[in-house]
């Protein structure tokens, strides 16, 4: 059998496709997804133009940001707001902006445009 070059990509794969039509200015997507055994939850954030993604999982007890039935909770300026205990953090960095996460924040997940989607992860690793 020849040897196979992996490619960074081969190794390490996007988490997720999103088309753009798919996801409209404001909404917030949430999604789950497999990475090797590993079930990740996903945030996506549409604002404009500019799309940003973290973990969904807040760093305060590590809860899911959304509520038991799917929605994601917001303040008037479009600060993501963790439905367990109120933590709110900033839908374009992650940093927590107040509540119980103060000093950490979501982890982000590179997003890049391919073509009309928008390419989610991989998730970086520390
Ligand atoms: S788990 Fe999010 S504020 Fe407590």
Redesign the pocket.
Known sequence: MPHQTLSPETLNPPLASVRQSDLSDGQILGLDVTEGCTQRRILVVRRGEEVTAFENR?P????P?DTFDGRFLTTETGGLI?A????IFDPKTGACLG???QGRGLTPVPVRVDGDHWVIGPVART
């Open positions: 807040c305060h007890a590590g809860w940001l963790c367990a205990h109120m933590a509540g119980p996460g």
